[in-house]
């Protein structure tokens, strides 16, 4: 995979989608190319960002729970405070906060008490101007919010500043991944700030494998 998507990267995340369960042998069958181009391809999604994981989705009213969608009001200057407040309770699905000042949450719970006790919490959260709630009684449609269309592009945020990539970008390929920067000023920082962390890793502790040095290079410069 380069730095955007091509059809057989669409091909192969619409076999995902169908089926996350799917083997790269099975997805490569269905879309004839090879199963090491699924592996590589795959990874290199996974690397930048645009596989997030694997799930499996549930059935909220079969596992007898209620679902609500909760807005919550506030100043602009103070939707990110108020996605943080909640955005760690068990009974918060999702959020998502919109261009009118607005947090729109979908909550799941089994126990009105717990449910209450949230709303009450929320009442003592002071950027919260105003909220409103609504049960849901059906799901028509429930899809993952990622529509994969043939004219979808990826953007890739640059690994060093974090600024979106729009245009093509610098990919350079440090102990065999790749990584994606926006500049050359990004990519000389970030090569250093790579090779900082590299020695200081190889001299806190021995390297017990290739992988979990890659993996822990990798958090760290997230």
Same mark, same amino acid.
């Given at each position: 995979?380069?730095?955007?998507? #091509?059809?057989?990267?669409?091909?192969?995340?619409?076999?995902?989608?169908? #089926?996350?369960?799917?083997?790269?042998? #099975?997805?490569?069958?269905?879309?004839?190319?090879? =199963?090491? =181009?699924?592996?590589?391809?795959?990874?290199?999604?996974?690397?930048?960002?645009?596989?997030?994981?694997?799930? =499996?989705?549930?059935?909220?009213?079969?596992?007898?729970?209620?679902?609500?969608?909760?807005?919550?009001?506030?100043?602009?200057?103070?939707?990110?405070?108020?996605?943080?407040?909640?955005?760690?309770?068990?009974?918060?699905?999702?959020?998502? =906060?919109?261009?009118?000042?607005?947090?729109?949450?979908?909550?799941?719970?089994?126990?009105?008490?717990?449910?209450?006790?949230?709303?009450?919490?929320?009442?003592?959260?002071?950027?919260?101007?105003?909220?409103?709630?609504?049960?849901?009684? %059906?799901?028509?449609?429930?899809?993952?919010?990622?529509?994969?269309? #043939?004219?979808?592009?990826?953007?890739?945020?640059?690994?060093?500043?974090?600024?979106?990539?729009?245009?093509?970008?610098?990919?350079? %390929?440090?102990?065999?991944?790749?990584?994606?920067?926006?500049?050359?000023?990004?990519?000389?920082?970030?090569?250093?700030?790579?090779?900082?962390? %590299?020695?200081?890793?190889?001299?806190?502790?021995?390297?017990?494998?290739?992988?979990?040095?890659?993996?822990?290079?990798?958090?760290?410069?997230?």
């Amino acid at each position: 995979m380069g730095l955007n998507l #091509d059809d057989v990267d669409r091909k192969i995340l619409r076999e995902l989608q169908k #089926d996350g369960r799917a083997s790269f042998r #099975d997805i490569s069958a269905r879309i004839s190319v090879s =199963t090491p =181009t699924v592996s590589s391809r795959v990874q290199a999604m996974v690397d930048v960002g645009l596989i997030r994981g694997y799930s =499996t989705m549930l059935d909220a009213d079969m596992l007898g729970q209620v679902s609500v969608v909760l807005m919550l009001e506030s100043r602009p200057v103070d939707l990110e405070k108020v996605a943080e407040r909640i955005k760690d309770e068990e009974i918060v699905r999702q959020i998502y =906060t919109l261009s009118d000042s607005r947090v729109l949450a979908v909550l799941s719970f089994y126990n009105q008490v717990k449910y209450q006790r949230f709303l009450e919490s929320l009442a003592q959260i002071p950027e919260i101007l105003r909220m409103d709630s609504s049960m849901v009684m %059906k799901v028509p449609k429930e899809s993952p919010r990622a529509a994969l269309t #043939d004219e979808a592009g990826l953007l890739i945020r640059c690994y060093y500043c974090g600024h979106m990539m729009r245009d093509e970008g610098i990919r350079i %390929k440090l102990d065999g991944k790749y990584h994606y920067l926006c500049c050359s000023v990004c990519e000389r920082l970030y090569r250093e700030k790579y090779e900082k962390l %590299k020695k200081s890793a190889g001299n806190a502790r021995p390297l017990v494998n290739e992988h979990s040095t890659h993996a822990h290079k990798a958090s760290a410069l997230d």
